[in-house]
């Protein structure tokens, strides 16, 4: 079956713009988690959503939100863009239990 | 709060050597463990995971890790790598009560040198 997919791939914004960030799971799969990574703080936990409500949050600000929708597509929208959002961010899988999640290629995104 | 530690940031082997990636965890409750790779420009691939029954667990690739309770540790091992195997490697944690989150280590860059 198809994996997750994540878009766009790269993405180029200036700083104080938003953006939104797209995630289709696993067809069948419920939850939808991200992640941002970056050099300097690694892999940290930014949200969850289950049937379409959000489960569970990581520490991040206001500025980064998501939502997601019936077909269990997620998006994850970032607001006033700072120079230090500029991550790879990651979209993941699952059934909803802790057991493991599939992730997706992910999106770049580079502020400037 | 869970916690992850991998002790080596960078892990320089020649092929067909052996290699151990360390990973020790902090949780004040029973966890779930897990092995990621990361090849360059990619997402995570998960390699292998640990739930319940057998502490050895094996992925299709030669890579193994084996759950120590006591010593709150889930090294990855293998016993021969290839070049094909440098990449970064991530291990994770996640627990009953916080769904789908994976609390992850800091990455240990494996390189395989021919």
């Known amino acids: 079956k198809a994996g997750v997919t994540q878009t766009p791939r790269y993405l180029i914004k200036t700083r104080g713009q938003q953006v939104t960030l797209s995630c289709s799971p696993i067809?069948?799969?419920?939850?939808v988690s991200w992640y941002q990574q970056t050099p300097g703080q690694g892999l940290q936990f930014l949200f969850e959503?289950?049937?379409?409500?959000?489960?569970n949050k990581g520490n991040f600000p206001g500025r980064f939100s998501g939502r997601q929708f019936s077909n269990s597509r997620s998006e994850m929208n970032v607001s006033t863009l700072e120079l230090g959002d500029s991550a790879l961010y990651l979209c993941?899988?699952?059934?909803?239990?802790?057991?493991?999640?599939?992730f997706g290629s992910g999106t770049r995104l580079t502020v400037v | 709060a869970q916690s992850v530690t991998q002790l080596d940031s960078q892990v320089p082997v020649f092929e067909e050597a052996p290699v151990e990636l360390r990973c020790n965890y902090s949780?004040?409750?029973?966890?779930?463990l897990f092995w990621y790779v990361q090849y360059p420009n990619q997402g995570l691939q998960l390699l292998l995971k640990y739930l319940s029954g057998s502490t050895l667990v094996e992925s299709i690739n030669g890579f193994e890790a084996e759950f120590n309770k006591s010593q709150t540790s889930f090294h990855l091992r293998k016993p021969s790598v290839h070049i094909s195997d440098t990449a970064e490697y991530f291990c994770?944690?996640?627990?009953?009560?916080?769904?789908?989150?994976?609390?992850f280590g800091e990455g240990t860059q494996l390189t395989v040198n021919p």
């Open positions: 959503y289950f049937s379409e409500t959000q489960r």
């Open positions: 993941a899988s699952g059934t909803g239990g802790p057991y493991g999640y599939t």
């Open positions: 067809s069948g799969h419920r939850s």
């Open positions: 994770a944690v996640s627990v009953e009560t916080s769904g789908s989150r994976l609390t």
């Open positions: 949780s004040s409750v029973s966890v779930y």
